[in-house]
């Protein structure tokens, strides 16, 4: 019987991380000042980001090299497996071959730790003591508390307050690796206090959150400012997942003709199939499908417009597919999904067609989830099950058709900390969300005047 997973050796691991902007079939267009609305340059974002970063952001250069220390702490756990899904081709009977590249096996459980410790080891090199960030459900602010802790950098998290009351195991693992966490809207910053004093109870968001950590970070001179997610420099870090895989498909002789994922701001799902894409623009036929919720279809049912990164317009302008930075999505399981807009290297992607986007409900989501689980064995978040429905729905088709096509899914985390999310689908609890379209008209409104 064939390998059912594809290890890479440590020898073999990508030292170079791949810079999609030169490749881009259009140009980016330019994050822009939230007080001007100009094009921002470097010395802009010098107060929440290191130089090396914000060089990152903006580089040109097709590779770019991944420091020693960052490999060091990335072989931790890396390279990450690719499985074969005999299971689970088995139980759906289909002719497809399916792969997942498995992201859940670093410490924090996801791919997010990729990026957090480049980003803590870049803030170190420039004498940064203090990381301020946000986090959603818990993964991003776990991931950047585990990189800190390596680092020796002190880590500041503001959690979105329903998932701070309602999966305190997350906190617990930010506060083990020696990071802060303060549930937002918190009465620490004027952000905060200014939601507080509408809303006492506010169940926060993520946009309230980011409001809340850039307004820190941009006050301390000790601090920075880090995002898990969106912003190119974020991307860049995550394609160590698609390099290993595109070297783990050529140790069997086999390559991609879908690849399915997840996009919450879009940085697993950049790392997983830019290295394709680049393939894809050189003309291979790949079929590259990012997944979404219907409760927040960023994608699917946004507008493609600059939009700000966050509820008080803190941060720069971002040309993406966007709900609207004062829009809260319903309380779906897969919080990091719940953000309204999408990274601008994946939004000109899908708006030029590279990548198809489909919005999935959680039930079928979850059907998915628990699919894989009973064939798989792994449990995956619920995000990470999004990729997952699409690719099951696929392989259905293939069984309809009798295609014998290779299908990647971009497995984004394990679900360990999502079980009450488990049971609410399995005792038959869950709920599905359609957006009423006056939702999303009143949402994007107010979109800033530039185009
Ligand atoms: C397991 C997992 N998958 C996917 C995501 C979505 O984020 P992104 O689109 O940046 O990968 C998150 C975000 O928290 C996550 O925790």
Sequence with gaps: MDEAKI????????????????????????????GTGQPLGPDDLAPIFPMALIAQEMSMDPWIDIPDDVMRVLRLWRPSPLHRAYALEEHLGTPARIYYKNESVS????????????????????GVTRIITETGAGQWGSALSFACCQFGIICEVYMVRISYDTKPYRRLLMNTWGAQCYPSPSDRTNSGRAILAEDPDSPGSLGIAISEAVEVA????DAKYSLGSVLNHVLLHQTVVGLECKKQ???VGDYPDIICGNVGGGSNFAGVSFPFV????????????????TACPTM???????DFGDTA?????????TLGHTFIPPPIHAGGLRY????PQISLLVSQGVMEARALHQKAVFEAAVTFARTEGHLPAPETAHGIRAAIDEALKCKETGEEKCILIGYSGHGHFDLAAYDQYLTGDMVDYELPQEAIDAATEGLAEVE
């Design 278 to 293: 680049k393939d894809k623009l050189e003309g291979r036929d790949i079929q590259i499908i990012a997944t979404e919720p």
């Design 313 to 321: 317009q803190l941060t720069p302008l971002l040309k993406m597919f």
């Design 300 to 306: 699917t049912r946004g507008l493609y417009h600059y």
């Design 249 to 251: 498909f050529e140790m």
């Design 7 to 34: 290890f890479l050796s440590e020898r073999d691991m990508p030292q170079a991380w791949y810079n999609i902007n030169p490749d881009l079939p259009a140009p980016l267009q330019p994050p822009l000042h939230p």
């Design 107 to 126: 410490p924090p459980g996801s791919h997010k730790p990729n990026t957090a410790v480049a980003q803590a080891y870049y803030n170190r090199e420039e």
């Design 340 to 343: 309204h807009g999408a990274a």
């Design 218 to 221: 941009a006050q301390a001179d």
